[in-house]
């Protein structure tokens, strides 16, 4: 299990996957999802997971769905629990 590859950050598929083919800044989805600069800023980076909530949000704005969101973010978090565990 050690040996699995790192999941893709949410964060990095939200900039590579979403903002880059809509064209968006971080500013720019920062005040379309009504949220801090800050807080897209620490996503991106993988420095701060998605909350349902978030999802939610990008569900709306993005027109994506916030299952989506939930199970990247899911997915990630189990792999790096595994890896604290192992």
């Not at 299952?67 to 973010?73: K, P, S, T």
Request: aromatic share 6%; charged share 25%.
């Amino acid at each position: 299990m050690i040996n699995n590859p790192l999941p893709m950050h949410p964060g990095k598929v939200l900039a590579e996957l979403y903002m880059e083919e809509m064209g968006l800044s971080q500013t720019a989805l920062a005040k379309l999802c009504g949220c801090s600069h800050r807080k897209i800023n620490e996503i991106v980076n993988g420095k701060r997971s998605i909350s349902v909530e978030f999802a939610l949000v990008l569900e709306d704005k993005l027109g994506t769905s916030a299952e989506m969101w939930v199970q990247i973010q899911a997915e990630y978090d189990l792999w790096r629990a595994r890896q604290r565990v192992a």
